[in-house]
């Protein structure tokens, strides 16, 4: 046998041994080692002077003086610390109150609370047990389809590895050479995008077939408004945010009222007023930020950039997207229009800001706010450039903290668990790494790689026609393998070849990462429904999970399409940032 088929051998035999169940960081290891052992053997040498032990220190070594790598037990201690700090319980709750009144109101609370914990966390399998907690239950109870209850908390909780801070990205990032601040961005819009296809589908679903997910009954509806606030509108106004505040220049009846605590203090109505306000300070917030972004900082940016501030991904003070005489007109078109809609929805909501609505503000801001806010923070000082991934990462674990010892739910238990559980997955993260960058090298030497180059090349593809191949192949390696198999043994087989098509290796991973979505969602390896099937009721069976998960893939892929037709949804982000 020639040395390229004995590469592809080594190709098929690694797939059949990790579909035994063999650990894939050492089967990749044992056989790099083996087949290696092989490549470089030499009769007129000892074996222990065999060069591939040498290769083998040399990969472990670069995996180990990686700086992409430096981010992943920071984020992943993120992760781990939210989940075990119990911080989803109220906010679940408090986002179903929310949409109380829209179609299929707990999928639609299950897919969104799935999306926001899946970024702070960016843990598969934590969010998709979390959620089959405290949804799972909740939607039967009420009668909803078991597939649609399946399907939302299987597909929802598979988004935690597409929308950034993402562990996948990392480790594609590192094995594509790839920036890890530009493909954040890059998988942003496509992130949120896919859940927007998620909720849209759900509500098509419950708009045709009313009966897959019942109305509420009205005692899951109903908001605990406190007994204050119904005094504190009968003295004031039945407006909250206009009672409010003339409470607060005319606080003599307001302090006369009782609440459970005891007596109204002004503490207290100063409390009650920003969160009142919180709505309207969140839209000038935004709007704020990004007229200093495309006004302010961008004018700022023409004088030069100090060395080394592009690679923490500042955009370049001459490749910035704005010219030096500011933005576009249309940019203050758009913008002027952003402005007139924000300040009428404004003014709708709070004219009927009653004690309802005062109430779901606040159990949101408590809920929500302060994970939103760390969310925020670590994605805006990575895209920004202010710090690098692995900087923001520090700031994410640290603000994960503390933000569980506010919440008074992290003991020292659940922070060794936390810790134990990130070396844990970090030495397996890491050990892929090696074991793959092993595999790879003795792929090469073979001529396993060349021959699989050659072999793409005499087909003639198109562009169009390679990228459906490539996406097609790793979509059918999804069904036995997991992310990890993927990213690490197959992408770098593809990588060489996309120069040859002239494709934005950004695209294309973003375009992976979408696709193995799907590796979740698809059997018989679909992790996603096994974890989902340890936390359910015994009535709810595997095969009653796997048809759920069945229209999300065909959603996966109608996003794929979406995006390849329309390029700029990966790629405008990073390129106006970055230039």
């Not at 090349?457 to 993927?486: K, N, R």
């Amino acid at each position: 046998m020639s040395d390229p088929f004995l590469g592809l051998t080594m190709l098929m035999l690694i797939v059949v041994v990790i579909m035994m169940g063999f650990p894939t960081a050492f089967t990749l290891m044992g056989l790099g080692m083996l087949f290696g052992f092989y490549a470089f053997y030499n009769p007129a040498e000892p074996w222990i002077d065999n060069r591939v032990f040498d290769l083998m220190v040399q990969r472990t070594y670069g995996a180990m003086t990686n700086d992409v790598l430096i981010s992943i037990p920071l984020f992943v201690l993120m992760g781990y610390v939210m989940e075990r700090g119990a911080l989803v319980d109220k906010m679940f709750y408090s986002v179903q109150l929310s949409f109380r009144r829209v179609p299929a109101s707990l999928a639609i609370t299950t897919l969104i609370v799935c999306t926001f914990w899946g970024i702070a966390s960016g843990l598969v399998g934590a969010v998709v047990v979390l959620m089959g907690v405290i949804a799972m239950n909740p939607m039967l109870r009420a009668g909803y389809d078991v597939k649609l209850a399946s399907g939302v908390i299987t597909a929802g909780g598979t988004l935690g590895i597409l929308i950034p801070p993402s562990v996948m990205i990392i480790v594609y990032a590192a094995v594509a050479g790839q920036s890890v601040v530009k493909l954040y961005a890059a998988t942003m819009f496509p992130g949120f995008f896919l859940a927007l296809l998620y909720v849209a589908y759900v509500l098509g679903w419950a708009a045709l077939n009313p009966k897959i997910a019942p109305t509420l009954p009205e005692e899951q509806t109903r908001v605990p408004v406190p007994i204050w606030m119904k005094r504190f509108e009968a003295l004031y106004s039945r407006n909250m945010l206009v009672g409010l505040l003339s409470a607060l220049f005319r606080p003599s009846r307001a302090m006369a009222v009782e609440t459970e605590e005891g007596r109204f203090t002004y503490w207290r109505l100063v409390k009650n007023a920003v969160a009142a306000l919180v709505p309207f300070l969140l839209v000038a917030s935004t709007l704020a930020l990004v007229w200093w972004y495309v006004v302010i900082h961008q004018q700022a940016s023409e004088v030069e950039a100090p060395e080394g501030l592009e690679e923490l991904g500042a955009p370049a003070a001459d490749g910035g997207p704005v010219a030096a005489d500011g933005p576009a007109t249309g940019f203050y078109i758009w913008f002027g229009i952003a402005v007139a809609i924000a300040a009428l929805a404004l003014v709708r909501y709070y004219i009927k800001m009653n004690a309802e609505r005062l109430q779901v503000v606040k159990l949101l801001v408590s809920s929500v706010m302060p994970l939103a806010i760390l969310t925020v923070v670590v994605l805006a000082v990575i895209l920004f450039g202010i710090t690098t991934a692995t900087e923001s990462a520090a700031v994410g674990a640290a603000g994960a903290f503390l933000l569980a010892l506010q919440a008074r739910t992290l003991n020292w238990q659940r922070t060794k668990e936390a810790v134990f559980l990130t070396a844990k997955t970090t030495a397996m993260v890491c050990w892929l790494f090696v074991g793959s960058a092993l595999f790879s090298a003795v792929f090469a030497i073979l001529g396993g790689q060349a021959l699989i180059e050659q072999w793409v090349l005499a087909l003639d593809l198109t562009p169009v026609q390679f990228m459906i191949l490539s996406q097609a192949i790793i979509f059918l390696l999804g069904w036995p393998l997991e992310w990890t198999e993927i990213i690490i043994i197959f992408v770098p087989i593809f990588l060489p070849l996309l120069r040859h098509f002239d494709i934005d290796p950004i695209l294309w991973g973003v375009l992976v990462f979408v696709n193995l979505q799907a590796a979740f969602l698809s059997p018989p390896v679909a992790m996603s429904a096994y974890y989902l099937k340890g936390v359910s009721p015994p009535h709810v069976t595997l095969n009653q999970i796997f048809a759920g998960m069945m229209p999300y893939m065909l959603i996966v892929i109608l996003c794929m399409v979406l995006m390849y037709l329309w390029p700029g949804m990966a790629l405008w982000l990073p390129e106006y940032l970055y230039g």
